[in-house]
């Protein structure tokens, strides 16, 4: 059924409009239309004329129906000064967290976690060792390295990859070593007894430049315990005393932003002074390094705050700032309105 037949009921009764829409109508017919309006009727009525040639064409459709952040016009605002005050605070407060956030973005954090497991399963079971100590009061020739553990080595004058260097015009020695250990419990000891002849009084005062284990880690976020001998002096000791060091290696594993690894040492240290003598009654003193290993790992990986990471708190920062600061503004906007109003009150 068309336009032009269709009956749009009234609130009297059913009122009929026949002929084409937008024709003459009698004045009975708009006296009719006055005494029974509907709303309802007049909506059809109007939708109708919209979709007919002569009622003016169908509507395009509006895209701008999505906007749900409709604009207000200035003219229906009111600028204030505790609002302007707000706004700037909000701005600047914006800004000092937004900087934060992106000096954190841009530096790289080192994460460390601790686990149960050997890293460098390829070293074949050994370890890289690396010793510096001087000994002041003792001959390059009497000066050994001894390497024992459980597995059954000893090896008595080690001299693979060392190096003596005289000291105080002959008198003393320094002692600069590179060497393996086993990963078992075990010692390394400097000492006399690679001598051909033993000395009477051999003095072992000494000073530890460098005692580190595995790679050499230069690292400024990491401040482990990799070299925790370095620097330790033994100058006022007693001269015939000998020395413990007793070691607890700790696996250390340091991965970069590449994912490139390498393999570390740190230890701990108690030490213990005492003065031995031999099965002779001779008194032989050493310097003992005696080691144990973690089952402990520690590892320490490069990390960088992801980007969707920042975004997501840069506008989280931004939003909960000027909502915030809405609130305030409008807080004291809506006390600052009633105060006035209560003013006036007293005023009439």
């Given at each position: ?175 600069e070593g590179q060497f393996s250990i086993n990963k078992v419990p075990g010692n390394f000891h400097v000492s ?104 402990i790992t520690v590892k320490y990986t490069e990390r960088r705050q992801p980007l969707y990471r920042f975004i ?31 003013q006036l009150g007293k005023m009439h």
């Amino acid at each position: 059924m068309g336009c032009a037949e269709r009956h749009f009921p009234a609130a009297g009764g059913e009122r009929r409009v026949s002929g084409a829409v937008g024709g003459r109508r009698g004045r009975g017919g708009r006296r009719r239309l006055a005494a029974g309006w509907d709303p309802r009727g007049a909506a059809a009525y109007l939708a109708c004329s919209a979709s007919t040639p002569g009622g003016g064409g169908t509507m395009p459709f509006d895209f701008r129906r999505f906007d749900i952040y409709r604009k207000v016009p200035k003219d229906l605002t009111q600028p204030t000064y505790t609002g302007a005050i707000i706004s700037i605070c909000c701005c600047l407060f914006i800004l000092f967290l937004f900087l934060s956030e992106l000096t954190g973005f841009i530096t790289t954090e080192v994460v460390n976690e601790l686990y149960v497991d050997d890293p460098d399963k390829d070293s074949g079971g050994k370890i890289d060792v690396s010793l510096n100590i001087s000994l002041p009061n003792l001959h390059c020739e009497l000066v050994g390295l001894d390497i024992q553990d459980e597995m059954g080595r000893h090896e008595v004058g080690h001299i693979d990859n060392s190096m003596k260097i005289p000291l105080n015009n002959g008198a003393g020695c320094r002692f600069e070593g590179q060497f393996s250990i086993n990963k078992v419990p075990g010692n390394f000891h400097v000492s006399t007894h690679s001598a051909t002849a033993q000395p009477q009084n051999p003095d072992m005062t000494h000073v530890i430049h460098k005692l580190s284990f595995g790679d050499t880690l230069q690292v400024q976020n990491v401040h482990g315990a990799f070299n925790a001998l370095g620097g330790a002096d033994r100058l006022t000791s007693n001269p015939l005393a000998s020395h413990d060091y007793i070691l607890k290696i700790v696996p250390t594993v340091y991965e970069d932003k590449s994912g490139k690894q390498r393999y570390s040492y740190q230890y701990t240290v108690a030490n213990k002074e005492y003065v031995a003598y031999s099965h002779t009654g001779r008194i032989i003193p050493a310097i003992w390094f005696r080691y144990d290993l973690s089952p402990i790992t520690v590892k320490y990986t490069e990390r960088r705050q992801p980007l969707y990471r920042f975004i997501t708190t840069i506008c989280a920062i931004i939003g909960g700032t000027f909502t915030v600061a809405g609130i305030l503004d409008s807080c004291i906007f809506t006390a600052s309105e009633a105060w006035k109003k209560i003013q006036l009150g007293k005023m009439h």
